[in-house]
Each structure stands twice: as C-alpha cells, then as structure tokens.
C-alpha cells in the first residue's frame, strides 16, 4: 500500500488505525502544490510520518518544513538530525506559534480539543493580520469532531475543559464511554455541546469570519481545508477540493471503516479478557491437580460411588492438556 515518494503508512502503524495524515497523503500534496507553498509547518508530528513525506515534497520546491511537537519521538529526533532542511521546535503548539514566522501552511494535528484547535486557529490568523495562511485539520470527523481529547488536561485552562475520563474508551453512535472500544488519552466524557472537539472549534473560527472558506473532507478520521477566498489559488483549490467535501458516500465508507475497526479493537478486548479467565482457571486446575487433598477426594468417592466419581484426575488432566485456543493475532500472540 506504497503512498508518493514510495511511502508505506503501515510501517508505523501495524494495527491499521489509519491514524496518521500520511494517510491522506494525495489530499495533502495537491493542497501544497496548488499554493505553492514556500514554507509549511506541522504541529504534533510526532514520530516524523508526515513530516518525511512533507520533507520529500519539499525539496524539489524549495520550500522550508517546520515540525512542531513538545513530546518528539526518537524516530523524528534523529530524522531532524540527518536533515537540516527541517526545523524541529520542541514546544506546544501555543507556545510555538507565538514566536515563529507563519508559514504559508499551517497543518493542525496535534491536542484534539476544542480550546488548542481555536488558539492555534487564532494566533495563526493573528500573526498574519488576520489573513490565515492555508490551515490544514487532521480529525475533524468522528471521534474528534465533538468529542475533546487532551494530551494533558492540565494545559488547559480549567474553565475550557470538558470532563474527562483518563483511559477513556469510544465506540461510534455512543455518546458516553464505551467499556473496551478505542482508548483515548484523556477523553470528553461526553461527546457534542458546545465548545467541544476539533469540527465544532474550526466551524466556529470559521463562522466569525465569512472570508474563509471550508471543506471537510471524510477519510482517515477527516481532513479539514481552511482558505481565506481571495487567495490567488482559491478557485482552483475550490474546484479540486469539490468532489470530495462532504462527500456522502466517502462519509459512508469512513463511517463503515471505524465502525469496523472500533469493532475489531472491542471483539479483541473480549478475547483478551477470556484468554486471562481461562488461564487462570487452568493455574486453578493445575493446583488442584496437584494437591493431594483432591487425590483425597477422588480415592472417597470412588469408594462411595461405586469407582464412578462425577470428575477425576484424569478428566482435568485431558482438559488441561486440549491444544491451546487460537490466538488473535491483533493481540501479539
């Protein structure tokens, strides 16, 4: 499942989450080139996935990458180690965002709630007096889209934060928490209201300012497009854009796809928690096995049931020793 520039999503993401913007990588490049970019920042980048792909775009076009997260991941430290086209800001987003020079394009992918989401919209529209550069959203469909998450709640201020449930897990059509669904850092404990979740903040900061344009497009937990409409390449971003903003169809397929995959992760939750009942009623066994108490037992009963007891040693002994269940390969073995 190779992506431009040969790039293999599935390298990093082995439970096909589908989690990264690398994902949607054909969305992202047309965006870039339709702008012509000369500068892009990536807030949250993490390991490094979308910013190798925004690297290998880059560099024909002259243009300079920015990554920022306060929390990178070794894989991303030693790729901005072997490129010195890549400027690593190891800081929050807000924080960051307070100094550098606004790039051309702005790609929004890092703390999934609706207070981030809003400052990181408004400090980049501010820096550019008011005109934004070309915003780019990751999860601005379901379970971001109403539903806050946060990397630490305690960066937010308190009077901007939803309840929480730390380890929160989610299912799709459930509003609440949904035992052994998806698990998420520190998840809304609730999903919609105002003033919650990643669609609600770019809608509203869109909504105050009827210059911007939006388009959602449905894949991969969602892709949001923010451009001011009398940029030079407006149109043509309009028109290539089009087909797939709230594309109904594509919105079915995503809808089936973490439907799927939310299933997936809850009929694993299942096994996993029979897998461990059943160990340990086999430690169970194999002590009673072992002891001479049951020995005991099963000498009195078969004087008193005539050598016909209702179990034995060897009916717990042949149970014991059955071939294994088969494994979920989803759990690791």
């Not at 990397?151 to 309840?163: G, K, T, V």
């Not at 002891?291 to 009916?315: H, I």
């Amino acid at each position: 499942m190779e992506l431009p520039f040969g790039l293999n999503p599935h390298e990093t993401d082995p439970g096909a989450w589908g989690a990264s913007l690398l994902y949607n990588a054909e969305l992202l490049l047309a965006c870039l080139d339709i702008s012509q970019a000369k500068s892009v920042a990536e807030v949250g980048a993490f390991a490094g996935d979308l910013t190798r792909l925004l690297l290998l775009w880059a560099e024909p076009h002259g243009a300079r990458v920015i990554a920022i997260d306060p929390a990178p991941h070794e894989l991303l430290e030693q790729l901005a180690r072997q490129r010195e086209d890549l400027e690593l800001v190891r800081e929050t987003s807000l924080q960051a965002l307070e100094h550098i020079a606004i790039p051309d394009v702005l790609i929004i992918d890092g703390d999934h709630n609706y207070y981030t989401v809003t400052e990181e919209l408004r400090r980049a529209a501010a820096a550019r007096d008011g005109l934004p550069p070309l915003l780019l959203v990751h999860d601005v469909c379901w379970p971001h889209a109403r539903r806050d998450d946060y990397f630490d709640p305690e960066q937010i201020p308190a009077e901007h934060r939803q309840p929480v449930v730390q380890g929160g897990t989610l299912y799709p059509g459930h509003e609440g928490i949904w035992p052994g669904a998806l698990p998420f850092r520190w998840a809304a404990a609730r999903e919609g209201g105002a003033r919650n979740g990643v669609l609600t903040a770019v809608e509203d900061f869109v909504a105050e300012r009827p210059e911007l344009v939006l388009a959602v497009v449905p894949t991969f937990f969602g892709l949001g497009v923010v451009w001011h409409q009398d940029m030079p390449y407006a149109a043509e971003l309009a028109a290539m854009l089009k087909p797939w903003d709230r594309n109904p169809l594509i919105a079915r397929l995503e809808r089936n796809r973490v439907l799927h995959l939310s299933s997936a992760h809850f009929q694993s939750s299942l096994f996993k928690q029979a897998q461990d009942r059943l160990h340990e009623a086999e430690k169970l066994l194999q002590k009673m096995l072992d002891s001479r108490a049951f020995w005991a037992a099963e000498m009195y009963l078969r004087l008193r049931q005539r050598g016909k007891p209702q179990f034995s040693r060897k009916e717990v002994r042949e149970l014991l020793n059955r071939p294994q269940p088969i494994k979920d390969p989803n759990l690791g073995g």
